[in-house]
T-cell receptor, first 113, second 115 residues
Framework: AQTVTQSQPEMSVQEAETVTLSCTYDTSESNYYLFWYKQPPSRQMILVIRQEAYKQQNATENRFSVNFQKAAKSFSLKISDSQLGDTAMYFCAFMKGAQKLVFGQGTRLTINP | GAGVSQSPRYKVAKRGQDVALRCDPI?????LFWYQQALGQGPEFLTY????????KSGLPSDRFFAERPEGSVSTLKIQRTQQEDSAVYLCASSPRSDYHYEQYFGPGTRLTVT
């Protein structure tokens, strides 16, 4: 079974700083997808970024980028120029093919003014 | 267009009551997932539908949990004889594809509190 581990329960940074959230996963599969989801207090899960395992290039979406290390099974999220609106729970998730998402425990990120 | 909607947003039930939670997926989406999110935890998979067929129910925690999607659109998650450990947020997600579900769109969830 696949597992996803987020070792940072909480993080806090000042506005405009850069922050990196860590995620490791365990799988024997060779092709899969990795995701970072944001969950603000409204509870709506919002997709931040997605990475396909067979693509070596790290995905980027505006201020959000990932560092995908397939051999190390590591998938960290970097948020540049952090904004107050980035305050939320962040979940790392794994998916293979036509199966369900497997989520980590989450990291609570607070951006301070 | 409209996103995934869920109702009710909040539900308080006395222990032993039955509850029904509704999910309206994005129109035309083939696949539908239910997840359970306990307080302070990540969501955990409950069940998956492709159209009206329930293809995976391996995550349902007990036979008190039942889900259906009779016409391949709206889905209902029913919990019979609720217990305190059923208190959680129940998230629904839909996907336009039947093969790869890398585009899952989530609803706002239903927060169930069992007293």
């Amino acid at each position: 079974a696949q597992t996803v581990t987020q070792s940072q329960p909480e993080m806090s940074v000042q506005e405009a700083e850069t922050v990196t959230l860590s995620c490791t996963y365990d799988t024997s599969e060779s092709n899969y997808y990795l995701f970072w989801y944001k969950q603000p207090p409204s509870r709506q899960m919002i997709l931040v970024i997605r990475q396909e395992a067979y693509k070596q290039q790290n995905a980027t979406e505006n201020r959000f980028s990932v560092n995908f290390q397939k051999a190390a099974k590591s998938f960290s999220l970097k948020i540049s120029d952090s904004q107050l609106g980035d305050t939320a729970m962040y979940f790392c998730a794994f998916m293979k093919g036509a199966q369900k998402l497997v989520f980590g425990q989450g990291t609570r990120l607070t951006i301070n003014p | 267009g409209a996103g995934v909607s869920q109702s009710p947003r909040y539900k308080v039930a006395k222990r032993g009551q039955d509850v029904a939670l509704r999910c309206d997926p994005i129109s035309g989406h083939v696949s539908l997932f239910w997840y359970q999110q306990a307080l302070g935890q990540g969501p955990e998979f409950l069940t998956y539908f492709q159209n009206e067929a329930q293809l995976d129910k391996s995550g349902l925690p007990s036979d008190r949990f039942f889900a259906e999607r009779p016409e391949g659109s709206v889905s209902t998650l029913k919990i019979q004889r609720t217990q305190q450990e059923d208190s959680a947020v129940y998230l629904c997600a839909s996907s336009p594809r039947s093969d790869y579900h890398y585009e899952q769109y989530f609803g706002p969830g239903t927060r169930l509190t069992v007293t």
